[in-house]
Structures are given as C-alpha cells and as structure tokens.
C-alpha cells in the first residue's frame, strides 16, 4: 500500500498532486466482497448488449419542480484562487435533486431507480463538496450559452451514456432538445439545442479502439480482436465535427482478447493459446487512451477543441460476485475517511492518468487541450447510488443487481456539475473572447 502511495505522491502535476491526501486513508472496508474484475465484464455486456434502445423511453410530460441555480449566481472559483473540485467530501443536500424521474428528458428505464420503486430517496440528496471551494449550483443557461454553437460527444459505453443522459436532464430547466440523430441505433443518439444550435452525441465505442468479433458464435463477445492501434471509426470520422470530446472507457476491457498492433498478434487477455504474450488487463487499457489520444494529436486542425478524459467509474457490488447474488444495498455514501479503492481500481486509474499526463504535455505544446474530469474519487464514496435492483426494462425479471450504472437522478449529476465548472474556466476560448493570462489553467 505504501508504494501506491509512493506512486501517487510522485507526480508532480499539479492536477494530480492532490490526489495523494484521499488515498491516503485507503482503508480497505473488509466488508466488501472482493469481485474478479473479468465477471464484471460479463454484468456489462449484458446490460449494453441486450439493450433495446428501441424501447420507449421515458419522455413523459409531468411537470416537476426542478431546482435552479439563480441566474445571477456566479461560479465562485476564480482562476487566481485555484482549487482541486475532485477533493471532497459528499454533504448532505435537502434541496435535492435537480430534477425527478418525470422531467422531460431521457431516463433510460434501467437507471429510473425511483420508476421501479427504490424505497429511498437519500440518495437524491447529497452533493459534492470540494474541500477548498464551492462547487455551484448546476445552472442550465450558463451550461447552454458556454456551449452555444458546439457540438459535444460522450465517447464510451453505457457510462457514458448515463452521463449523457445526466446531462439532458439537467439541462431540462432551460430547453429541450430535438432529436436530430441519423441513425435508429440510441447508442448514437444526437440531440439538438436549437435555440443554442448546441449538439450533443452520444458516439458508442466501449473500448475506443477498432474491434472485431470472430469465429463460430459471430458477435460472442468473448470473440474479440482488439486493434489496439486504431481508433474506432464510430467515434474516430466524428473528430472533425466534433468541439467537446468527453472519453471514457471501463468494465469492457475486463473480458477476453486478442490484441493487434499493426495488424499482428501482440498479445491476449485471458485467453489460453500458448505462445502468446499475456497482457494484464491494463496493457489494453492504457494502448486504448493512447491511441485515442494520438488520434486527436494526429488531426490538421484543432479549432480549439476540448478534450476531457471522464476516469474510471467504481462498481460497488458487495457480499458476492455480480452474478453470485452480490448488490448494493447501502444507502449512504461513505465518508472520505472511509473510502476503499480495489486495487482493480486503482491500476486502470493510474493509467488512464499516466496516459493523460503524457498527452497533456503533448497537447501543450501543440495547443490542443486536453482536460482531466476525474469523477472516480468522488464516486468511489457512493455505494448507495446505483439502480441495484432498481433499474431495468419493464417486462424483465431482474434478479442481477445492477451496481455499475447510476441512478438518475443520482450522483452521476455531479459529473456534469463537474463539467461545467470545467466549461467555465475555459470560457475565454470556448467563446472566442481574448484569453487573459492564467485563465487557461484548470
Ligand atoms: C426491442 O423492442 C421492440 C419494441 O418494443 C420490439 O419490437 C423488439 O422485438 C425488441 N427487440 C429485442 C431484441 O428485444
Ligand atoms: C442576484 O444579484 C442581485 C444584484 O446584484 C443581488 O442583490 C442578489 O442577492 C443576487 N441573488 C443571488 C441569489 O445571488
Ligand atoms: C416516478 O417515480 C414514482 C415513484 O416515486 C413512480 O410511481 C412513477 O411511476 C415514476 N414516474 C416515471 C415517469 O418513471
Ligand atoms: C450551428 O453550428 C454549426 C457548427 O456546429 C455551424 O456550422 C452552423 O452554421 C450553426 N448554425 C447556425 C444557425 O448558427
Ligand atoms: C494467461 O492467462 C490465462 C487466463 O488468465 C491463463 O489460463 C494462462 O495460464 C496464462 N498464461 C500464461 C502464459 O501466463
Ligand atoms: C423471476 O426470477 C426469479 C429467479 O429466477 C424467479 O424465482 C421468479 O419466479 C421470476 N419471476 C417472474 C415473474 O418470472
């Protein structure tokens, strides 16, 4: 444990230096089974590959009383006075949430927790406080006017997508959108703010890199090809189009492949062939983020966009395997002092992390900026946010708990606060207004 920390306290990046103090009280709560990240795999698949997004979604017209942020309230971190939002600790937050499960916007049926008869509503009710400073309140117009004119995609899989859909319905307050997607596939979903002429995307790609299924069984998702060093066209054909790239990838790089680099063999994740190299689960992880973050140094022109890496997403499945009747009950976050990170988690963070410092510097150099939305702490503490089994299709019989997705409304909601505090601090080059000095810093 010591040399995780060691590690953590070496960087010397600024973003990231900070993040020594939280995992310093990496006290391991011993209550928590202790899962084999490859099984996850198997929770994951099911949910994204049997989705029907064709389903109808929840689009119903109900009034709420969704909570403003008066439009006058200022986001209260300057940049003389910098702040690391991603250290904190969750309070309490009576006002909460932002909106309910009958706002007019997409709650996918498997993240409607309070459709399918969650008995508490707690977890509606905490926001994230940062230990320095003030994280505001969600204000939708801000959210809009920074953003007038772009276009933003959420790469990834379902996460993603839940945070997508975290977003639209936020962003219900102050307008609606229209689907202008050109495809029936949701899993490429675009909306349209049209009085802000502001587009978001959904751009499916859970491993980010070109894949292929083989052999026998077609799409068995445990025939996979990895081409570790080509970007997925689903999101890769999108750069040029696209001003805000939110990426992220997780639980789908836990089951079996084979990896390609220059279109041979380098290596497999637990598979059994002889002869071939055994990659840890990280190894195609970490080749994921850097190609896809050789992509968006690779392109001809930048146009000032913004390129955010969203960390990994912490499953919180306990007293057994996802598929051995494990769950997640709780229905309260932990404290900061309570906080557990599996080692499992803490790996893939560390590379998504190393991989993004590398690129930041890149990007520095080059003028394309790259941004760190380092959600993972913050939801590490919150193992009472997920549907459980709260969250699924209507006609299904849900006996798997689900405790990979979250709840909306649920914390993922703070992801966006995240993100718009993050859009604040970039203003001056999202809207074209002259950059001052040290306004570029985040
Ligand atoms: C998806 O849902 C539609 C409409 O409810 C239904 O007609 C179709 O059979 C479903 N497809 C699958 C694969 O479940
Ligand atoms: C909004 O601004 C007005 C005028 O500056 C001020 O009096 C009022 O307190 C502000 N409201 C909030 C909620 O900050
Ligand atoms: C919202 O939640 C309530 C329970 O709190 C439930 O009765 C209702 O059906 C839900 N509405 C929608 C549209 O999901
Ligand atoms: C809307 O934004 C797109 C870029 O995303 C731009 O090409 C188009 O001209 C804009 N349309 C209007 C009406 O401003
Ligand atoms: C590679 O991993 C698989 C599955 O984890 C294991 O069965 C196999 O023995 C490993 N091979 C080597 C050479 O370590
Ligand atoms: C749902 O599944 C459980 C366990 O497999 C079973 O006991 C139960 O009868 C099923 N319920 C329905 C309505 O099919």
Not at 145 to 162: C, I, M, P, Q
Not at 361 to 377: A, Q
Request: charged share 25%; hydrophobic share 35%; glycine share 4%.
């Amino acid at each position: 444990m010591k040399s995780k920390v060691e590690l953590l306290a070496g960087g010397k990046d600024i973003l990231f230096k900070s993040l020594f103090f939280p995992i310093l009280v990496l006290i391991l709560i011993t209550s928590l089974y202790f899962y084999l990240p490859h099984n996850l795999s198997s929770l994951m698949s099911d949910l994204d590959m049997r989705s029907n997004d064709s389903v109808p979604l929840n689009m119903k017209s109900t009034t709420a009383t969704p909570l403003h942020a008066s439009s006058n309230d200022s986001l209260s971190v300057s940049s003389e006075h910098k702040c690391n939002i991603f250290q904190g600790d969750w309070i309490p937050f009576p006002e909460g949430p932002y909106y309910t499960n009958e706002t007019i916007c997409v709650i996918d049926d498997r993240q409607n927790c309070m459709k399918f008869g969650r008995p508490d509503s707690n977890f509606m009710k905490w926001r994230w406080k940062p230990s320095e400073c003030e994280l505001t309140l969600f204000d939708a117009k801000r959210f809009l006017e920074l953003v007038r004119g772009k276009t933003l995609a959420f790469v990834g899989d379902s996460l993603a997508r839940n945070q997508m859909q975290s977003l639209v319905c936020l962003l219900a307050s102050a307008a609606n959108p229209v689907d202008v997607s050109t495809t029936t596939d949701t899993r490429f979903r675009r909306w349209l703010y049209t009085e802000y002429n502001f587009t978001i995307a959904a751009l499916w790609s859970p491993h980010l890199v070109r894949t292929q299924y083989y052999g026998p069984e077609g799409n068995n998702a445990n025939n996979l090809k990895l081409y570790l060093d080509e970007a997925d066209e689903a999101w890769a054909e999108q750069t040029e189009n696209v001003d805000i790239f939110i990426i992220s990838a997780s639980q789908w790089f836990f089951r079996p492949f084979i990896g390609y680099e220059r279109g041979q063999i380098v290596g497999c994740h637990m598979c059994s062939e002889r002869n071939i190299r055994n990659f840890s689960t990280c190894y195609g992880y970490r080749m994921a983020f850097r190609t896809a973050f050789k992509t968006f140094l690779s392109l001809k022109n930048y146009n000032n966009k913004l390129v955010f890496l969203r960390t990994f997403s912490p499953a919180h499945f306990e007293n057994g395997d996802w598929d051995k009747g494990g769950s997640c009950e709780r229905t309260k976050p932990f404290k900061k002092q309570e906080m557990q990170l599996e080692k499992y988690i803490l790996d893939l963070y560390m590379t998504q992390v190393d991989e993004f410092k590398e690129v930041k510097k890149e990007g520095e150099k080059k003028g394309l900026r790259f941004r760190l939305l380092d959600t993972t702490r913050a939801m590490v503490l919150r193992p009472d946010g997920h549907p459980n089994h709260y969250g699924h299709w209507p006609q299904e019989n849900k006996t798997l708990a689900d405790c990979v997705h979250w709840c909306l409304p649920g914390p993922v909601d703070t992801w966006n606060e995240f993100l718009l505090h993050m859009l604040h601090m970039e203003e001056p080059t999202l809207t074209g207004k002259k950059l001052k000095k040290n306004d570029r810093e985040n």
